[in-house]
Nanobody, 122 residues
Framework: VQLQASGGGLVQAGGSLRLSCAASGGTFNYVMGWFRQAPRKEREFVAAISNNGGTTYYKDSVKGRFTISRDNVKNAVYLQMNSLKPEDTAVYYC?????????????????WGQGTLVTVSS
């Protein structure tokens, strides 16, 4: 499975971005997640969605601001990010997990995209 993330960029605090992740080479019957890694910090869970899109989980600090969604026809997953804050600045990665249940630890995910940089200025 190959994952290609896109949509990052520079935005002012309070602004919005929509990240996309296109999947190829598999059936797309995976749990999909978004993680992020800021400089000198560990990679952290941001959001995840079940294979049918019926269940989602979020990191507490992004609840109410970020929305994860997926389109199983287009083999894509999205992360709509609103009310962005400088502390959201990081490289964002999409990832696929072959497990049935949603997991929030990056070591559990099997496939990774290359990352897209999100920079939020104050």
């Amino acid at each position: 499975v190959q994952l290609q993330a896109s949509g990052g960029g520079l935005v002012q605090a309070g602004g919005s971005l929509r990240l996309s992740c296109a999947a190829s080479g598999g059936t797309f019957n995976y749990v999909m997640g978004w993680f992020r890694q800021a400089p000198r910090k560990e990679r952290e869970f941001v959001a995840a969605i079940s294979n049918n899109g019926g269940t989602t989980y979020y990191k507490d600090s992004v609840k109410g601001r970020f929305t994860i969604s997926r389109d199983n026809v287009k083999n894509a997953v999205y992360l709509q990010m609103n009310s962005l804050k400088p502390e959201d600045t990081a490289v964002y990665y999409c990832a696929a997990d072959m497990a049935i249940v949603i997991r929030r630890t990056h070591q559990d995910y099997d496939y990774w995209g290359q990352g897209t940089l999100v920079t939020v200025s104050s």
